[in-house]
C-alpha cells in the first residue's frame, strides 16, 4: 500500500468525475470498488466525493457547460501556487481554461490545457491534499497522457509543473517519458501519434488486485469493455466505459 500525506509539486493529487447521472455513477463505483458516497454539498455546486477506508479518492459533480452532455474523468495535478501555476501554462503554449478559484478552506483549484489541447486541472492543497491512498485495490494506479505533440507537451509539463522526468522508451514504435519524484514513477507521457481521437488526453488507470475479475465485475454493473484485459510489460490491463460513458482503465499484475 502506498499512501502520502502532502502530494509532491506537478504529481496527480486528485480525480473528479463529471456525470450526466449521479445517482447511477455513484452505484456503479460504490459497488465497483467499495467506495463510500458522501452527500453532495450545497456550497460547492452540488459537488460531492467518495471515500475509501475512511479518507477520500475521488470526486463527483454534475456535468456541466461544455461537459454537460458527457461524462468523464478529470485530473488534478498538484501546485504550490496554483495562480502562478496558470500564468505558467499561459506562457508555454496552454490556455487557461478556468483562472484560480479558491474553494474554501480547502485549497485553489484551476484548470488549463496544455499545448496539445489536452485538459488538466490545478490543485494547490490546503486542508484537501487530495487522495491519500493509490497504487493500491480500488484506488487510482497510474495517470498517462497520449498526446500528438510529445516533446512540445513534456516541455510544458517540465516548465510549468516542474516535472523531473526520465525517458523510458524512445523508439518510433513507441516513445514514452515518466513523472518522477526521486525513484517513484507519478505518471506517463506516451507519444500517441496515429492513435483515434478517443485515446489522445489524459486517463486514469484504477489499481486491481484481479483484473479480469473486477473487469467481469464492471461489466456486470454496466459498463461496458472497450478493450479486454492483456499482460503487458507494465502490468495487466484492460480499458472500459462506464455505465454513462466515462473511460477508465485497469493496472494489476501479470496472469502470466
Same mark, same amino acid.
Given at each position: 500500500? #502506498? ?26 463505483? #460504490? ?5 463510500? +458516497?458522501?452527500?453532495?454539498? !450545497?456550497? @460547492?455546486?452540488?459537488?460531492?466525493? @467518495? ?6 479518492? +475521488? ?18 495535478? &498538484?501546485?504550490? $501556487?496554483? !495562480?502562478?501555476?496558470?500564468?505558467? &501554462? ?17 485549497? #485553489?483549484?484551476?484548470?488549463?490545457? $496544455?499545448?496539445? %489541447? ?22 487510482? %494506479? ?13 516541455? @510544458?509539463?517540465? #516548465? ?18 515518466? =513523472? ?7 505518471? %506517463? ?5 496515429? =492513435?483515434?481521437?478517443?485515446? /489522445? ?13 473486477? %473487469? ?21 490491463? +484492460? ?9 477508465? /482503465? ?7
Amino acid at each position: 500500500m #502506498t499512501t502520502r500525506t502532502t502530494p509532491p509539486n506537478g504529481a496527480p493529487c486528485w480525480l473528479d468525475l463529471s456525470t450526466t447521472d449521479e445517482a447511477a455513477s455513484r452505484r456503479f463505483y #460504490t459497488g465497483l470498488f467499495g467506495w463510500h +458516497a458522501n452527500e453532495p454539498v !450545497a456550497e @460547492f455546486g452540488g459537488y460531492s466525493t @467518495f471515500d475509501r477506508n475512511g479518507a477520500p479518492v +475521488a470526486g463527483l459533480m454534475p456535468a456541466q457547460g461544455d461537459n454537460a452532455g458527457h461524462d468523464g474523468w478529470g485530473i488534478y495535478l &498538484a501546485a504550490e $501556487d496554483a !495562480a502562478a501555476t496558470l500564468d505558467a &501554462a499561459a506562457s508555454n503554449g496552454g490556455t487557461v481554461a478556468s483562472p484560480a478559484m479558491r474553494v474554501a478552506e480547502l485549497g #485553489t483549484m484551476g484548470l488549463v490545457t $496544455d499545448p496539445d %489541447g489536452a485538459l488538466i486541472g490545478v490543485w494547490q492543497p490546503e486542508q484537501h491534499q487530495g487522495f491519500v491512498e493509490y497504487a493500491v485495490d480500488g484506488a487510482p %494506479g497510474w495517470f498517462e497522457l497520449h498526446t500528438d505533440r510529445y516533446q512540445d507537451v513534456l516541455d @510544458f509539463y517540465r #516548465t510549468v509543473f516542474g516535472w523531473d522526468t526520465a525517458t523510458e522508451s524512445d523508439t518510433p514504435q513507441f516513445r514514452y517519458t515518466t =513523472m518522477r519524484n526521486g525513484e517513484e514513477q507519478l505518471a %506517463g507521457v506516451m507519444d500517441g501519434s496515429g =492513435m483515434p481521437d478517443a485515446d /489522445k488526453g489524459w486517463s486514469v488507470y484504477f489499481a486491481a488486485d484481479d483484473v479480469d475479475a473486477t %473487469g467481469a465485475r464492471a461489466v456486470e454493473l454496466g459498463a461496458r469493455l472497450v478493450r479486454p484485459a492483456e499482460d503487458t510489460p507494465y502490468g495487466r490491463l +484492460a480499458v472500459l466505459d462506464d455505465p454513462n460513458g466515462a473511460r477508465f /482503465k485497469l493496472v494489476g499484475p501479470n496472469n502470466g
